[in-house]
């Protein structure tokens, strides 16, 4: 672990564990009121309630066994100002069927000491690609 990663890990172990919990409330404080996100669901959502109810609400609800996976953190930048990229696992529940699925991505998130706490000012989570879907054969 280098320096950079020290203040990261702890927030992101603590969202992992309110993800996994799907604690909306106990989460919003780890995030800007004006943080803008892209995720799996929401191509876009711009500051906090819109990231909680077009993002969250609709994966967290349908997500089990979610966890970052810590090996494969990356962090760049100084004080405030941190980007982390890491890989993720969870169980995900297909809507039509009710099925779990193994869902496994990458996230990327921009951090900043506000002089009390690491906030989210970013975050982008995708699923990882496919390649044979655009691979000739």
């Not at 172990?13 to 995030?31: S, V, Y």
């Not at 100002?81 to 969870?90: E, H, K, N």
């Not at 998130?109 to 995708?126: E, N, P, Q, V, Y």
């Amino acid at each position: 672990m280098n320096q950079l990663d020290e203040p990261v890990r702890p927030w992101l172990l603590t969202w992992q564990d309110l993800i996994a919990q799907g604690d909306f409330d106990a989460a919003r404080p780890l995030f800007d009121k004006d943080v803008v996100g892209f995720g799996t669901v929401a191509v876009r959502a711009d500051g906090l309630p819109e990231l909680v109810a077009c993002q969250w609400q609709n994966v967290w609800t349908r997500t089990s066994g979610f966890r970052f996976l810590m090996d494969t953190l990356t962090v760049w930048g100084d004080a405030p100002l941190r980007v982390a990229a890491v890989q993720w696992v969870s169980t995900g529940q297909d809507a039509r069927t009710g099925l779990g699925f193994e869902r496994r991505g990458r996230a990327t998130i921009a951090l900043r000491w506000d002089g009390l706490a690491l906030r989210a000012l970013h975050t982008h989570f995708s699923i990882d690609p496919v390649p044979e879907r655009f691979l000739a054969a």
